[in-house]
């Protein structure tokens, strides 16, 4: 999935994949900071992956990669 939206910077791939991390303001964006660990977490466990490519300002391409 790709969206257009601000991106972010990719140093900070990892954490947006923790619990309760987020890699923008609250009042600037709503959500609560789970949505993402659960989607890696949930991927894991199927003994897939997941994983996002950005850059600032660029948006955002969110990839899922399920085994078969």
Do not use: C
């Amino acid at each position: 999935m790709h969206d257009n939206g601000v991106g972010f910077d990719m140093q900070y791939h990892e954490r947006m994949f923790e619990i309760f991390q987020r890699l923008h303001r609250a009042e600037d964006y709503p959500g609560t900071g789970v949505g993402l660990a659960i989607v890696r977490r949930a991927m894991e466990r199927m003994g897939g992956r997941a994983w996002a490519e950005s850059a600032p300002g660029k948006g955002a391409t969110f990839y899922l990669e399920i085994p078969q």
